[in-house]
Nanobody, 111 residues
Framework: QLQLVESGGGLVQPGGSLRLSCAASGTIFLYVMGWYRQAPGKQRELVAT???????YYADSVKGRFTISRDNARKKVYLEMTSLKPEYAAVYYCHQPPGSWGQGTQVTVSS
């Protein structure tokens, strides 16, 4: 089971951008990788996924604003977030199905 470590979260103003990174302890090139988020009082929800071949999926709420990418050689997955809204504030988690999760990184969107 992969160990995943997220980084890059922080406080950003509405309309701002952040780039989240997920570092894996082992090879990822065969795997689908994803980003999820969980806001206080809400269920964890899927944000985006990327297949081993680079095919991407986005939740409707982030289409056109977020971009998921991967660097298999560096064993990293990224989530580029732009035009951030306050409702995007959450803990963002990296996930490698079925059971590998990172500890999460907090994203706060506030002026």
């Amino acid at each position: 089971q992969l160990q995943l470590v997220e980084s890059g979260g922080g406080l950003v103003q509405p309309g701002g951008s952040l780039r989240l990174s997920c570092a894996a302890s082992g090879t990822i090139f065969l795997y689908v990788m994803g980003w999820y988020r969980q806001a206080p009082g809400k269920q964890r929800e899927l944000v985006a996924t990327i297949s081993s071949g680079g095919n991407t999926y986005y939740a409707d709420s982030v289409k056109g604003r977020f971009t998921i990418s991967r660097d298999n050689a560096r064993k990293k997955v990224y989530l580029e977030m732009t035009s951030l809204k306050p409702e995007y504030a959450a803990v963002y988690y990296c996930h490698q199905p079925p059971g590998s999760w990172g500890q999460g990184t907090q994203v706060t969107v506030s002026s």
